[in-house]
C-alpha cells in the first residue's frame, strides 16, 4: 500500500511553454501533499505544500506564478510549470501523506518527473 | 527554521561490515519527528528509519539502527552487515511539527559499498 505515482517520468520541452505533472496517490486518499526540486548532486529542496481543496503554501523563494500547483482531488495534485526556461530543467518529486493515519506521519513519495528545457 | 547537518559527503564501507553516518540538526521545537531516507540511483526515495523525539529508545529496523541524542541534537544511522544494495544517497530529515509537517532534508551522504 501508500503507492505514489508520477506522470511523466521524463520530459523534455522547448524554452516558453509550459509543462504539467501529475502527483497521484493510488490507494489512499492524500490530503496533504508536497512537492520538491532536486538538482544534480543535491539535496531535496521544498517548494510548496499542498492541502486538497485550498492553495498551495509556497517556500521562501518559491515563485508561485511560475509553479502552479493544484490539488483539487484527494488523489490528485498537478504541478504546472510555466514558461519553462533552461534554469528550471531539474527533477521534480511529489510526495503524500494521509492526516486520517493516526500517529503516521511518513510522506509516501513518487518516483519523479525529470524535466529538460531546451 | 531548521537546519541539518550532514558532516560526511561520502562514506565508504566494505560488505558486511557497519558504517555509521553522522547527522546534526537545530530545532526550537520539543517534540518531533526524525527520518533517514535512502535515495538509490533509481532517485526513488525509501524510508529507512523514523524516530519520535519523545521517545528516548533509539529506533531499530532489521540492519539498521539510530543512535539519538536529543540535547545533542544528534541522529545518526548505523548500518550493520551492510550489502551491495545499500549502496545509495542517504538523507537526514527532521520533520517540523504544527502546520504542514514539512521535512527539512539534509545535504547527504554517498555511501558506496565495496565487495
Known amino acids: 500500500g501508500a503507492v505514489v505515482s508520477q506522470h511523466p517520468s521524463w520530459v523534455i520541452c522547448k524554452s516558453g511553454t509550459s509543462v504539467k505533472i501529475e502527483c497521484r496517490s493510488l490507494d489512499f486518499q492524500a490530503t496533504t501533499m508536497f512537492w520538491y526540486r532536486q538538482f544534480p548532486k543535491q539535496s531535496l529542496m521544498l517548494m510548496a505544500t499542498s492541502n486538497e481543496g485550498s492553495k498551495a503554501t509556497y517556500e521562501q523563494g518559491v515563485e508561485k506564478d511560475k509553479f502552479l500547483i493544484n490539488h483539487a482531488s484527494l488523489t490528485l495534485s498537478t504541478l504546472t510549470v510555466t514558461s519553462a526556461h533552461p534554469e528550471d530543467s531539474s527533477f521534480y518529486i511529489c510526495s503524500a501523506r494521509n492526516w486520517g493515519l493516526a500517529g503516521d506521519n511518513e510522506q509516501f513519495f513518487g518516483p519523479g518527473t525529470r524535466l529538460t528545457v531546451l | 527554521a531548521q537546519t541539518v547537518t550532514q558532516s560526511q559527503p561520502e562514506m565508504s564501507v566494505q560488505e558486511a561490515e557497519t558504517v555509521t553516518l553522522s547527522c546534526t540538526y537545530d530545532?526550537?521545537?520539543?517534540?518531533?519527528?526524525l527520518f533517514w531516507y535512502k535515495q538509490p540511483p533509481s532517485r526513488q526515495m525509501i524510508l529507512v528509519i523514523r524516530q519520535e523525539a519523545y521517545k528516548q529508545q533509539n529506533a531499530t529496523e532489521n540492519r539498521f539502527s539510530v543512535n539519538f541524542q536529543k540535547a545533542a541534537k544528534s541522529f545518526s544511522l548505523k548500518i550493520s552487515d551492510s550489502q551491495l544494495g545499500d549502496a545509495a544517497m542517504y538523507f537526514c530529515a527532521p520533520q517540523t511539527q504544527g502546520g504542514s509537517e514539512k521535512l527539512v532534508f539534509g545535504k547527504g551522504t554517498k555511501l558506496t559499498v565495496n565487495p
Open positions: 530545532t526550537s521545537e520539543s517534540d518531533y519527528y
